[in-house]
C-alpha cells in the first residue's frame, strides 16, 4: 500500500504462475483497504501471452476485446475476450510503462488504454508483438517460427516496424538521440495509423504503446558510470548481503517499518563499498559518488532490506527514485477524463 487508499503491484516478467501472483496480491492488497491501484510494467520484457491475457481479463467486464492476432495464415488468428471473472473491474486503475515494456506487458497496457480502462503513464513502450510458435524436431531440437502479429482491441500493432535490421536494432538508441525519452513532443505520428479507443479517443499505431501522461526520463537519477561498473561487477549487492548478514537481528528487531522510515546509509558505509571496489580493481570516483549519492544509498538500503525480509521489502524503497510511479500517484483525479473520451 503507497498510502491508505492506494495499492502497488509491480509485475517483472510473465511466467507461468505470474496471473496466480497478481491475483493473490490483489486479494492482498484488498484486504488492507486498496481503493485505487497501480500496476508497474516497467521493465517488464514479456513472457506467456496467456498470462498477459488473464490479468488483463481482472481489470474489464465480460465481453471486452483484450488482444487479437493475425496471421497470413487464417488457422493462427485468434481474439481474446474478457470473461466473467474480474477482481477489480471498477476501481481506479493506473499502468506504468517505459521503453523497457515488452510484448505481454503492451498486451496488458494495450487493451487497458483502448478499452478506457486504465491511465497509462511513462514512455512508449519498447514495440515487440510478433507471435511465436514452437516446433520440434526429430533430433530434439526446436525452431521457433513468427507466425502472427498481435494486436490491441482497437486494431493497433504492437510491432514496430523491422523493414531495416540495422535501424530495428538500434531503435531505442535512436529515440534517445531523437529526444523521445525527454519530451512527448519529439514523437510524431502518422495520421494513418490513428485508432480510437472505446470511448472515442484518438490512440496511435506505429511500434509500441504511448501513453496517456507522458512522463520524461530524469537524467540524474541512477545515471551513473561509477554505480553501474559498481552493480555489474556485483560490488553492491554483496556488500548489502554481508551488511545485512551482519546485522540481521538488530534490523529485524527494529522492524520493516521503523527501518523504511528512519535507517539511512551514512558515509561510512559508502566508503566500505568504496574499498570493496578498489580490491576488485574498481577505482574509486569520488565525485560521481558525491553526485549520485542519494540513488546510492536508496539503492543500498533497498538491498539491504531485501536481505533481511523479502522481495517485497524492497520496492517500496527503491521506488523513491522512481519518477513514472511518482508522477502517476499524482494523476488519479484525471482517471474521470477517460471515461469522457476528453484525455
Known amino acids: ?149 498481435y494486436y490491441t482491441p482497437s486494431g493497433r500493432s504492437i510491432q514496430k516496424p523491422y523493414n531495416n535490421l540495422e535501424e530495428y536494432d538500434k531503435d531505442i538508441t535512436e529515440r534517445y538521440k531523437k529526444g523521445e525519452f525527454f519530451s512527448a513532443d519529439s514523437i510524431h505520428f502518422n495520421d494513418s495509423l490513428k485508432y480510437e479507443t472505446a470511448n472515442g479517443r484518438s490512440v496511435y499505431g506505429g511500434g509500441g504503446v504511448m501513453p496517456d501522461y507522458f512522463v520524461p526520463l530524469d537524467t540524474t537519477l541512477g545515471n551513473s558510470h561509477y554505480f553501474n561498473r559498481l552493480f555489474a561487477s556485483n560490488i553492491l549487492r554483496e556488500y548489502a548481503f554481508k551488511y545485512a548478514a551482519e546485522n540481521k537481528s538488530r534490523l529485524s528487531k527494529m522492524g520493516y517499518p521503523d527501518y523504511l522510515q528512519y535507517f539511512e546509509v551514512t558515509d561510512a558505509m559508502l566508503n566500505q563499498v568504496v574499498t570493496m571496489g578498489v580490491k576488485n580493481n574498481i577505482e574509486a570516483k569520488p565525485k560521481d559518488l558525491a553526485k549520485n549519492k542519494r540513488y546510492f544509498q536508496v539503492y543500498l538500503k533497498a538491498e539491504i532490506a531485501r536481505n533481511v525480509w523479502d522481495n517485497q521489502s524492497f520496492y517500496p524503497i527503491m521506488n523513491e527514485t522512481n519518477e513514472i510511479l511518482q508522477q502517476a500517484i499524482k494523476l488519479f483525479d484525471r482517471i474521470p477524463e477517460l471515461n469522457r473520451g476528453t484525455m
Do not use: C, W
Not at 27 to 47: F, H, R, T, V
Not at 97 to 108: D, K
Open 1 to 149: 500500500m503507497i498510502d491508505s487508499e492506494i495499492g502497488y503491484i509491480k509485475v517483472s516478467r510473465f511466467s507461468q504462475t505470474t496471473y496466480q501472483e497478481v491475483k493473490k496480491a490483489m486479494s492482498k492488497l484488498k484486504e488492507e483497504g486498496m481503493q485505487k491501484l497501480i500496476l508497474d510494467l516497467q521493465g517488464n520484457p514479456g513472457g506467456y501471452m496467456d498470462q498477459a491475457v488473464d490479468i488483463a481479463d481482472e481489470f474489464l467486464v465480460k465481453g471486452k476485446k483484450i488482444v487479437f492476432t493475425k496471421s497470413h495464415e487464417a488457422r493462427y488468428d485468434e481474439e481474446s475476450f474478457a470473461t466473467e471473472r474480474g477482481d477489480f473491474e471498477q476501481g481506479d486503475l493506473i499502468v506504468l510503462v517505459n521503453e523497457s515494456s515488452a510484448s505481454a506487458s503492451e498486451i496488458v497496457a494495450g487493451a487497458l488504454q483502448d478499452n478506457d480502462r486504465a491511465l497509462i503513464v511513462g514512455r512508449r513502450s519498447y514495440g515487440k508483438g510478433l507471435v511465436q510458435r514452437p516446433f520440434r524436431l526429430n533430433d530434439g531440437s526446436e525452431v521457433r517460427l513468427t507466425i502472427s502479429r
